[in-house]
């Protein structure tokens, strides 16, 4: 009876193991995602500075034009403060 008992405490703790090592995968692909768009947006206004259109930096970007006007609406209002 304790062996079985004792194998079910690994068996738990081996589960919750597995639950972290899942969130964290999770939070580390959300974090990539993030860094990710805010490299596509630094390009995106580097481009804008430089005169592109918002279609063509679309394009570039992989953003879809209405998205990029509000991220980078965004953006300027995060510098601003």
Known sequence: KEKAEEIEKIIEVN????????A???????????????GKLEVAKNMLNAGMDMEQI????????????????????????
């Open 24 to 38: 964290m995968e999770i939070a580390l692909r959300e974090k990539m995602k993030e860094m990710e768009l805010k």
């Open 15 to 22: 589960e919750e193991v597995d639950n972290m090592v899942y």
């Open 58 to 81: 679309s394009i570039f970007t992989e953003i879809p034009v209405k998205e990029l006007q509000s991220l980078l609406q965004n953006l300027r209002i995060e510098r601003n403060f």
